[in-house]
């Protein structure tokens, strides 16, 4: 069997799987249907048969189901209907394909008058000669059928159950006004924390120097002409203090906004990163420039600097991550400018299982975009590999 033919096999399985499945959950639910007259039973429900269909559709997996509740409802019914409807579909077919094939090579053991399938369909079997032929036929026909019906209807299910529980369009705006609002305001109190974070370190550590440094002068300038030894050892204890205020200032001014951003653009200072990394790390960094500001080539246009910094310290977030909590060996960081929207992917070999809530940094990164009306993915199965995703908004 060449490969499209057993990836249609495969595929046949699994919509058999799935509809079957469908038809049991739907049984159920009428058994159980002053359950779901409790929203959250509902929308738990809904929530499970949503990441069902996006498994066999190959989507990403969605969160939980955040539709109105009578929404819910409406899909429950339609579910109800369009499952115990393709699910006698793919019972006659594959049942009798099934009950075929046994009857068959068996007929003579059976009682007279059986027929080849079930259901009360087929042919009489009243001889080898009927069973050879007409009941082999029918046993091919139901199979072909199955193996050509089934996949296209469990699409068809999936397709229809992700529609009806999908936000629509004003739902979706309602949402994003509602996540930019809470994300506007953790940005204010983030913005607030880290301006006195900054004034805090100035306050302490530079400005201290610094009037160390100038009591030293001085008092080097008081003694200038009775002490020059002291005044030597002022001079090289004021200079120490100046290199080491320098340092503290540069320290906060990186995490303000990185230097290197700056001096070299994004991809430059990309690349300075990734040859930082504890671990080996690829870069692709598609048409951006690679040095003299946020010009990308061709058609990429300018990326403005608060964008540039979440990119930054996305990736850098991320390649701690890898080295830090999953063990990895290799990475892989791709930035691409596509219209209106500036990609990030990170991905690394590491053991997977990633979660934001036991604070490896995701939830960081998650704010900072978040911020900005961006988005975040996080996929991280169990065994690896990771995979962070981030989309920026970047002008048109």
């Not at 919509?15 to 159920?28: D, E, I, N, P």
């Not at 249907?33 to 429900?45: E, I, M, N, Y």
Request: hydrophobic share 50%; aromatic share 4%; with cysteine.
């Amino acid at each position: 069997m060449n490969h499209h033919g057993a990836g249609r096999l495969s595929e046949m399985w699994r919509g058999l799987g799935y509809l079957l499945g469908s038809l049991f959950t739907a049984a159920v639910a009428v058994l159980a249907l002053p359950v779901f007259a409790l929203p959250v039973a509902a929308r738990t429900w809904a929530t499970w048969h949503r990441r069902r269909a996006d498994r066999l559709l190959g989507s990403p997996r969605s969160g939980p189901v955040r539709v109105g509740p009578w929404r819910v409802l409406g899909w429950l019914g339609a579910c109800l209907v369009i499952s115990l409807a393709f699910g006698v579909v793919v019972v006659l077919c594959a049942g009798n394909a099934l009950t075929t094939a046994v009857t068959v090579p068996l007929w003579w053991a059976l009682p007279a008058g059986t027929r080849a399938g079930g259901f009360g369909a087929g042919v009489p079997l009243t001889g080898w000669g009927t069973a050879l032929t007409l009941g082999t036929a029918q046993a091919v026909a139901f199979a072909a059928l199955t193996y050509w019906l089934v996949p296209p209807l469990a699409r068809l299910h999936a397709r229809i159950c992700v529609a009806l529980l999908s936000p629509s369009a004003a739902e979706r705006l309602a949402r994003r006004v509602e996540t930019l609002t809470e994300t506007r305001a953790g940005a204010m109190d983030a913005h607030g924390a880290e301006l006195r974070r900054i004034e805090r370190d100035l306050h302490d550590g530079t400005q201290a120097r610094l009037v160390a440094i100038a009591m030293r002068l001085g008092v080097a300038r008081e003694l200038l002409a009775e002490d020059p030894r002291l005044v030597a050892r002022l001079l090289e204890e004021a200079h120490e203090s100046t290199e080491e205020a320098m340092t503290e200032l540069r320290a906060v001014i990186r995490t303000i906004y990185p230097p290197i951003l700056a001096d070299r653009g994004l991809a430059g200072a990309l690349t300075a990163l990734a040859a930082r990394a504890a671990i080996d790390t690829t870069l692709d960094v598609g048409g951006l420039g690679e040095a003299g500001g946020s010009v990308g080539s061709g058609d990429a246009g300018a990326i403005p600097a608060a964008v540039e910094a979440v990119a930054y310290f996305t990736v850098a977030e991320a390649l701690t991550n890898a080295a830090k909590h999953s063990r990895a060996a290799r990475s892989a960081v791709r930035v691409a400018r596509d219209g209106d929207r500036l990609s990030i992917e990170v991905t690394d070999d590491g053991v997977g299982g990633a979660d934001e809530t036991l604070g490896t940094g995701i939830a960081g990164i998650r704010h900072r975009v978040l911020a900005l009306d961006g988005t975040v993915r996080l996929h991280s199965p169990g065994g690896g590999p990771t995979t962070i995703t981030v989309s920026l908004p970047c002008g048109s």
